[in-house]
């Protein structure tokens, strides 16, 4: 595996030779900037919002228990602004994996300039009822995984900075798995008595700043730490290889309600379903997933 690196713009056949055939990870440096999405939305825009808007903050416990409690946007801004000027009080918990173009229309229309050749086809006129954001303090951790779906995934980085440390999806085997996607590795500290057969120098470590573009394939393993506080999203999404393929790992136990949300893409990845009746049906899906 390795780290395929772009300067703003992407190749003629980004989506045919990379995200088609791809198996590596891509990254795409100030690609938000170059297509006029830059500076989008920082904190004091979510704050001034958001007084509100309730969203829903996780805590990953170390034993692999996620607590879920609600906050209002606002206040949640100010709980790490509060704690960005000055760490000694806990850690506000993860705003994560909120379908945030549901949340708040008007932020659409910041994101329509953006190239829609990026996703499949029956994603394009639409692609950002697909979007889940991301908001976090200094320090937040996103333990070891893969993505539920088996989707592809386009991440894009809108202020502050992460750090993605990615495994290939045949690693799996060797991480220490939890059910179906999570892992115990640690792979920012990882431990040859616990964990023997983790293999580290199959990790790369990728760095997005503000404006930044990760593309990672179907099933890549990824532990993410935030190392400045942040404001991302992403949009998981299939294409019909990938939609086929998820469906093999039903000895591998994947999820029924994954199965159930994969049935829905395939259905309108080869059949073209119409995507307004389609969308209701998949669109718990984004508070489904943790
Ligand atoms: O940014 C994070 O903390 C997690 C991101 C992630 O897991 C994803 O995009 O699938
Ligand atoms: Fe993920």
């Given at each position: 595996m390795e780290l395929i690196e772009f300067s703003r713009g992407l190749p003629q056949n980004f989506f045919r030779r990379?995200?088609?055939?791809?198996?590596n990870p891509l990254k795409v440096s100030g690609f938000l900037e170059a297509n006029g999405v830059a500076k989008l939305w920082g904190f004091d825009y979510f704050r001034d919002l958001g007084e509100s808007l309730l969203v829903p903050v996780k805590t990953f416990d170390s034993n692999g228990d996620i607590r879920v409690s609600t906050t209002s946007l606002s206040d949640y801004v100010r709980s790490i602004e509060r704690y960005e000027l000055d760490q000694k009080s806990n850690r506000p918990a993860y705003c994560h994996d909120i379908p945030i173009f549901h949340l708040l229309?008007?932020?659409i229309d910041g994101v329509r300039?953006?190239?829609?050749?990026?996703?499949p086809l029956w994603y394009r006129d639409s692609w950002w009822q697909f979007a889940q954001f991301f908001m976090s303090p200094s320090g937040s951790i996103t333990p070891l995984h893969f993505d539920t779906l088996m989707t592809h995934n386009l991440f894009f980085q809108v202020a502050g900075v992460k750090e993605f440390y990615l495994l290939p999806f045949s690693e799996r085997s060797n991480c220490y798995r939890r059910g179906w996607r999570w892992f115990?590795?640690?792979?920012?500290n990882p431990s040859e008595e616990k964990h023997p057969k983790y293999r580290p120098d199959r990790c790369l470590k990728v760095t997005l700043r503000p404006g930044d573009l990760l593309y990672m394939p179907p099933g890549m393993l990824h532990h993410v730490i935030t190392k400045q506080a942040s404001i991302s999203f992403n949009v998981d999404f299939h294409t019909k290889l990938s939609v086929c393929r998820s469906f093999r790992f039903v000895s591998e136990s994947i999820p029924a309600p994954s199965l159930y949300y994969n049935t829905v893409a395939l259905a309108g990845l080869?059949?073209?379903?119409?995507k307004r009746y389609l969308f209701s049906l998949y669109k718990s899906y984004l508070n489904y997933i943790s």
């Open positions: 990379h995200i088609l055939g791809g198996e229309p008007d932020l300039s953006m190239p829609s050749s990026i996703f115990d590795v640690d792979p920012l080869f059949l073209g379903f119409n």
